[in-house]
């Protein structure tokens, strides 16, 4: 298996299907919805990539059709966090209201497949290396063990270069032998020989954690992106002696896997005529802002603008912040007063990283003010908070800490005035350490606080009552191994668990350790569990494989009629149903809240629901929460034919 990286960050997807003027009110699979699927979903959602499933065909995307719906609705795929009318970028995945319209019509119509003759061929997708033979291969020398479950994983691994002299970078690209656990990479240089020394030389490859300080970077890679060159013949440094540091982020997948990525760099045959510089508000990711949040605090703010010295060209803009950060924009107010606006992030999410490029070079004039406003929410309200209750958060490098900036990419617009640009930029760097000693701030102290040498300064969610809905037994199911259940009759159990799942919800699979967990729990204490298989097309060989695969050990039901599904009242995968011996539904919902939306994971759960309820009923007690939401991948209806 492989996967691919471009630099820097996060490019993506083909262009956008254009979308018609008029959006059809009855549109087939065929004719409508094959060709924006095909175009916007099927490069990361095919065998081999990144996404949990595929979508090669109108069989895949009927079943996901209402996920991918909801998806969409919530601008949560495809994947591209900066808004509409702020700066315009290359190769943007955002959806048009017609294209989301479009694909809402299809679903409500019961998305039907139309003629199958006039579906379009799937792209073709270029295999081995996408640009080509690299120039330097490198790879890691051995596994990357990652476990079934438990939080996210921020693993470096480094990658000696032994490289005799400097080289240009014009593009970076990647392949995994375990793809659908990496969520991003961050590729950065070091030529100090400190990450060689953090990692070791046995065991586990890598070092933990996001402290690591590189001396240089070569942008990085997030879900969606694609490799591609920089344009117009630029390139990014990378000096002799340096090791490649891969900073990645691992989300576990339910079960165990193990990871080796193989790097391929490209290099340019000479330095390039012209300097990207970084402009980056505020400095060092507002270490000197005084980034110090108050617990509860939902509307904290940090500004910080940079008047340019020459003209300068825009690039690309990407911006970085820890858990709780929640809107970045930047402006430019030019020399005539007119005010334009650069880029803009309404609802950050930390684990949708980029760095996104101009279509055009934007022309900003010597004396425009460039001002970069950033928020965040410390407040109980915000599902992403990772502290219950919300404690004080400051600046640091851990992903509990705190930071943040808006980053650009510019050229000088004249490169004989490269050196000016980069001049102003140390001077606007001292002057915020200046600001920040006279409100009082210990710059020494704080930099030592968060393990930075000051040296380096020299050197530039209610609760509703209990369900009662009657359910019908009996209802005699076989399982995967033939053997007959009924699972809506609890009989001598205390109460019966219905877990409905399906094998390629990223989401469900992700909660396989935890089910089977809970199932060890309780099982001796009177409650009996299902797995519901929700998938109509699943052969029991498929859902023994899938079983083996994510250690379910309880007996597993494929609910080829949904019958399961009606009885219940059951919506997404993972959701559970407790039902008591009078036929009661006890509990529905959520397993825990681990999510509190699609995309929005926390990193633990706050509540124990299924738990939680399964207490409260082996206790005698009422059920706490009787009905919670459940987060997942929609239950598909059963084909029409």
Request: charged share 20%; aromatic share 6%; proline share 8%.
């Given at each position: 298996m492989r996967k691919w990286f471009?630099?820097?960050?996060?490019?993506?997807?083909?262009?956008?299907?254009?979308?018609?003027?008029?959006?059809?009110?009855?549109?087939?699979?065929s004719e409508h919805i094959a060709p924006l699927v095909f175009q916007n979903c099927t490069g990361c959602h095919r065998p081999g990539q990144v996404a949990p499933f595929s979508l090669l065909n109108y069989k895949d995307t009927q079943k996901h059709a209402k996920t991918m719906l909801r998806t969409m609705e919530d601008r949560y795929m495809p994947p591209w966090q900066p808004e509409k009318g702020h700066g315009e970028f290359r190769d943007s995945r955002r959806l048009s209201e017609d294209q989301i319209k479009l694909f809402a019509n299809w679903v409500h119509e019961g998305a039907p497949e139309g003629d199958p003759s006039k579906t379009p061929a799937l792209p073709k997708f270029p295999e081995g290396w996408q640009l080509g033979k690299p120039d330097l291969v490198v790879k890691m020398d051995r596994p990357f063990v990652l476990p079934a479950e438990g939080a996210d994983i921020y693993q470096n691994f480094v990658l000696p270069l032994d490289l005799s002299e400097d080289k240009w970078v014009t593009a970076v690209e990647f392949r995994a032998t375990a793809p659908v656990v990496l969520h991003h990479i961050l590729y950065f240089t070091d030529d100090s020989g400190r990450a060689r020394q953090l990692a070791p030389k046995t065991g586990q490859p890598g070092f933990p954690g996001m402290t690591f300080r590189p001396t240089g970077s070569l942008g990085g890679w997030a879900v969606g992106g694609i490799p591609t060159h920089l344009p117009d013949g630029l390139a990014l440094p990378l000096r002799k002696g340096s090791d490649l540091v891969l900073q990645t982020h691992f989300h576990l997948s339910g079960k165990k896997e193990e990871e080796v990525i193989e790097v391929g760099l490209y290099f340019a045959s000479k330095a390039p005529q012209?300097?990207?510089?970084?402009?980056?508000?505020?400095?060092?990711?507002?270490?000197?802002?005084?980034?110090?949040?108050?617990?509860?605090?939902?509307?904290?703010?940090?500004?910080?603008?940079?008047?340019?010295?020459?003209?300068?060209?825009?690039?690309?803009?990407?911006?970085?912040?820890?858990?709780?950060?929640?809107?970045m924009k930047a402006t430019a107010k030019l020399p005539n007063g007119e005010t334009k606006s650069l880029y803009s992030i309404r609802d950050w999410d930390f684990n949708w990283q980029g760095t996104y490029f101009y279509k055009d070079y934007v022309r900003l004039p010597k004396g425009t003010v460039v001002t970069a406003e950033l928020t965040w929410d410390n407040s109980a309200n915000n599902p992403r908070n990772p502290s219950t209750p919300p404690v004080r958060v400051r600046w640091g490098e851990a992903s509990y800490d705190e930071m943040g900036a808006i980053t650009f990419r510019t050229l000088a617009a004249n490169e004989d005035d490269t050196g000016k640009l980069r001049?102003?930029?140390?001077?606007?760097?001292?002057?915020?350490?200046?600001?920040?000693?006279?409100?009082?701030?210990?710059?020494?102290?704080?930099m030592k606080r968060v393990g930075i040498d000051p040296a380096v300064l020299g050197r530039g969610l209610g609760t509703p009552k209990k369900e009662a809905a009657p359910v019908k037994p009996p209802l005699s199911l076989r399982d995967i191994d033939g053997k007959s259940h009924t699972p809506l009759t609890v009989g001598d159990a205390k109460a019966n668990v219905l877990l409905f799942t399906t094998t390629d919800c990223p989401i469900a699979n992700g909660y396989s350790p935890e089910i089977a967990a809970i199932a060890k729990d309780f099982?001796?204490?009177?409650?009996?569990?299902?797995?519901?298989?929700?998938?109509?097309?699943?052969?029991?060989?498929?859902?023994?494989?899938?079983?083996?695969?994510?250690?379910?050990?309880?007996?597993?039901?494929?609910?080829?009629?949904?019958?399961?599904v009606a009885a219940t009242g059951a919506t997404r995968t993972p959701e559970a149903v407790v039902l008591l011996p009078d036929g009661t539904v006890a509990y529905r919902g959520r397993i825990n809240d681990l999510y509190a939306g699609l995309g929005k994971k926390r990193p633990a759960p706050k509540t124990h629901?299924?738990?939680?309820?399964?207490?409260?009923?082996?206790?005698?007690?009422?059920?706490?929460?009787?009905?919670?939401?459940?987060?997942g991948c929609s239950i598909p209806d059963l084909p029409k034919r």
């Open positions: 471009l630099v820097p960050v996060v490019l993506v997807l083909a262009p956008l299907v254009a979308p018609a003027a008029d959006v059809p009110a009855k549109p087939t699979f012209r300097t990207l510089v970084g402009l980056q508000l505020p400095p060092v990711f507002g270490l000197f802002s005084g980034i110090d949040i108050p617990a509860g605090k939902a509307d904290f703010k940090v500004t910080d603008s940079f008047t340019l010295p020459v003209d300068v060209d825009l690039v690309g803009v990407g911006s970085h912040a820890h858990y709780i950060g929640k809107t001049d102003a930029l140390r001077s606007h760097t001292v002057q915020t350490v200046l600001k920040a000693r006279l409100r009082g701030m210990d710059i020494e102290a704080e099982a001796t204490r009177g409650v009996q569990f299902y797995a519901v298989q929700v998938d109509a097309g699943l052969t029991p060989e498929d859902a023994r494989k899938h079983a083996k695969e994510f250690g379910l050990t309880v007996p597993v039901l494929i609910d080829t009629k949904h019958e399961l629901d299924l738990r939680d309820a399964l207490t409260a009923i082996l206790d005698g007690k009422p059920v706490p929460n009787a009905r919670t939401e459940a987060v």
